[in-house]
């Protein structure tokens, strides 16, 4: 997977979530194919249900991103690596890139984001990052594979991997 650099890209407002404010949205990197339709181009850091490379519908600001068509990636999620030394997280990208063809989408304070191609399946992406956790003692997640994002303790899978 080829890193982008997303300067001069257009960029999206998606709906990330709320707080006791109101919306909170992310804006993300972004090529338009039709009214309201978007690819991705980077994975997002906050939104959850998202990848590099998805088809997504925004028609309604309001609404989260309806994904229209999965891009094969899978979104990973670090948060709390506020401690971590900047070596540590060039070394976990150096072995993303180098394990599974993956790119460091994002860096935000202690928040990293990668994109992870999904032919490797599910389970065999674990390596660099578990290695980094045992390493620096913060976790990772996936932040788009669960059928229901406002349960945490339901953890059905989408599945859109598996036929890769």
């Not at 979530?17 to 194919?33: D, H, M």
């Amino acid at each position: 997977m080829e890193d982008i650099n997303c300067e001069g890209l257009p960029h999206i407002r998606v709906l990330a979530g709320e707080n006791t404010s109101g919306p909170v949205y992310e804006t993300l990197p972004a090529r338009q194919i039709d009214e309201h339709v978007y690819e991705l181009l980077a994975s997002p850091g906050l939104t959850l249900n998202l990848a590099r490379g998805d088809i997504v519908n925004i028609a309604d600001p309001l609404a989260p991103a309806e994904v229209l068509k999965r891009g094969g990636n899978f979104c990973i999620h670090i948060y709390d690596a506020d401690e971590v030394s900047q070596e540590a997280v060039d070394q976990l990208e150096r072995d993303v890139q180098n394990q599974l063809g993956g790119t460091l989408d994002g860096q935000y304070k202690g928040n990293l984001t990668f994109s992870v191609p999904g032919h490797h399946g599910i389970y065999n992406v674990n390596g660099p990052f578990d290695a980094f956790r045992e390493a620096t003692g913060v976790e990772w997640y996936f932040a788009n594979i669960y059928v229901n994002l406002d349960d945490d303790d339901d953890e059905t899978l989408l599945n859109w991997w598996v036929d890769m």
